[in-house]
């Protein structure tokens, strides 16, 4: 885990490490991943990855719309909105 | 007449025999919260609904399993028309337009939930002290951690505020918090209560479940919190037992699974003797000892380290500022309005785990680790199926220890990731555990988990429901409760 990581990895997360956080960030992410790497102790060559505890398909319903419009309800709540849309700082010049 | 430290059966009767009224109930939890503020269990308060539903349970006595039983809800179940922060400054101010299907379960059978309650930002953390709200303090000593991520469910409940509270577990964010306070939580079988309406941290691990005084109040909520929901994919489609159905089976024959590949040599002796005195009671009442390997156990920190970062990550990219909670002010350009109000809107904790998720997920990463983590999280969930072919219940200390002080581990992720130790298998292998206090160390409660397998919650309660009529380590209270 070095600077390029982080950096490259804070900007696929869309967060700005502060300066002053950076070293410790840098740190704390190599003792992570340190301590994560004790599983290569483990031979998984043969091993099926389990993906979720349940390994069951998902139960399948008939194709009929039941969502209903929430459009107004979920407008209020966004930081900025006009009656249709959520707003968002201009993107095309 | 007084209502702390009431449980949710002893409510149910006071309310049945008219000695307390529904309104007075209520008016007497909201005294309550305020004489102890100083705990800060609770982020938002629900007082004027509260006492409009009370005063029509007065009007109208119901015969609802929780009719008029007041309840603290975790800050991370979505409820409607009523501020829901999960503990972030990102959510700071969003009120959802909807209802987490297990709220909805809990209120539809007469519950009334009271405020939300105080965790970890996200459910990310085992003390609490990455609530943008504050630390919560443990009722059993101001200056020690509650246990997280439901620490402020399990400090409402332990103080004697509310007799039960909702909460949410993905390593271990019921049972470490019900151990630190002394009270009793359960995690059902993963898909057994819907994830609708809770706000995802890891979704193939989180799971919501009730904690209170008692295993009985457990079986009380679960009976109600259970459903299959079709808006929930990986909610169960399995007949739901009634919890309370077996509570009393007698134990004789039952065999209680003791994990020998766990090294409890470097706990202190205080914590395994507490432990050993547990599996003593249960051999008196008629439960056989046996000892079971899980050979990979040591292996699910990292496991989990690797398995909910990645999730987290993905889950938390939704929090973009766009559609709903807070919105940086400084913001040029759409890049920018992500990256600000990310950055100001996360805490560092959830930052460290998107940042690790985003590495274990990334180009050149996946199989090294992600994959790999999955392989090893089968090889926990075989330890289990292996062991569950002999065995009734898995038995393990819930904690390395008693409460700790906050600030004691602040500045190094890895101790606080291995308080988890004894609670992240169950998670990584979808299984139901519950703990329940059975002991003190230094006039500070400790927890005894019972892990029971695929679908078997009833088991978990029999055996813990057993215990605690044959001891009276849940019936503590601590001291300087208001």
Redesign the interface.
């Known amino acids: ?1 070095d600077k390029k ?2 950096t ?3 900007y ?6 502060d300066d002053e ?1 950076e070293e410790k ?1 840098i740190e ?2 190599d ?3 340190k ?6 102790i ?1 031979d ?1 060559s043969d ?8 390994e ?1 398909t ?2 399948t ?1 008939k194709d009929i719309v039941t969502a209903k419009n ?1 459009k107004k ?2 407008l ?5 909105s006009n009656d249709d849309y ?1 707003l ?4 095309v010049e | 007449m007084t209502i702390k430290y009431k449980s949710v059966k002893e409510f149910k009767e006071m309310i049945s025999q008219k000695e307390i009224s529904n309104k007075e109930i209520i008016q007497e939890v909201f005294n309550l919260i305020d004489d102890n503020k100083g705990l800060n269990a609770f982020i938002t308060l629900n007082e004027e609904n509260s006492i409009k539903k009370a005063e029509y349970f007065d009007n109208n006595p119901s015969e609802l399993s929780l009719a008029g039983i007041p309840i603290a809800q975790k800050d991370l179940f979505c409820t409607k028309g009523l501020r829901t922060t999960c503990a972030s400054n990102i959510l700071n101010n969003f009120v959802p337009p909807y209802t987490a299907t297990v709220i909805e379960n809990l209120e539809n059978a007469g519950c009334i939930s009271v405020g939300k309650t105080n965790m970890d930002e996200f459910a990310m953390g085992s003390s609490n002290e990455t609530s943008f709200f504050g630390n919560v303090h443990n009722p059993w000593g101001e200056n020690l951690v509650p246990g997280g991520s439901s620490g402020g469910a399990a400090a409402a409940v332990a103080a004697g505020i509310v007799p039960a509270a909702s909460g949410t577990d993905t390593g271990g964010s019921i049972r470490q918090p019900a151990s630190l306070c002394g009270i009793t939580g359960i995690k059902p079988t993963y898909g057994r209560i819907s994830r609708w309406g809770m706000i995802a941290f890891a979704s193939s691990l989180d799971q919501a479940g009730p904690m209170a005084r008692t295993a009985e109040d457990c079986a009380i909520l679960l009976n109600e919190m259970c459903s299959h929901d079709e808006k929930d994919t990986t909610s169960l489609d399995e007949t739901v037992p009634n919890f309370q159905e077996n509570l009393n089976k007698p134990l004789k024959g039952k065999k209680i699974g003791i994990v020998k590949d766990l090294d409890l040599s470097n706990l202190d002796n205080d914590v395994v003797e507490v432990f050993e005195n547990s599996l003593k009671e249960f051999q008196s009442l008629g439960a056989d000892l046996v000892d079971i390997s899980l050979p990979n156990l040591a292996l699910s920190v990292p496991t989990y380290y690797v398995v909910a970062p990645a999730e987290c990550s993905s889950n938390l990219s939704r929090f973009d500022g766009v559609k709903f909670g807070r919105r940086s002010e400084h913001t040029k350009d759409l890049e920018e309005l992500y990256v600000n109000t990310r950055s100001e809107g996360f805490g560092d904790e959830v930052k460290r785990r998107i940042l690790i998720g985003s590495y274990v997920l990334s180009a050149g990463y996946y199989d090294a680790y992600y994959k790999k983590a999955q392989q090893v999280r089968r090889l926990i969930k075989n330890d289990f199926e292996n062991a569950f072919s002999n065995v009734d219940v898995i038995m393990t200390p819930t904690t390395r220890g008693p409460a700790f002080e906050i600030g004691s581990k602040g500045n190094d992720p890895i101790q606080m990731y291995l308080e988890d130790l004894f609670t992240i298998s169950a998670n990584l292998a979808g299984l139901p555990a519950l703990s329940l206090p059975n002991g003190f160390i230094d006039n500070k409660p400790i927890g005894l988990q019972i892990i029971g397998n695929f679908l078997d919650e009833s088991s978990i309660l029999n055996f813990a429901h057993m215990y605690q009529s044959e001891t009276n380590w849940h019936m503590h209270t601590p001291e300087g409760i208001k």
Request: aromatic share 4%.
């Open positions: 885990m990581t982080v490259t990895i804070s696929l997360s869309r967060l700005k490490i956080k960030i704390d992410l003792n992570i991943i301590f994560v790497d004790q599983l290569n483990i998984t091993v099926a990855p389990l993906t979720n505890p349940l069951k998902a139960k319903r929430l309800d979920l209020e709540v966004a930081p900025s959520f968002v700082p201009r993107v």
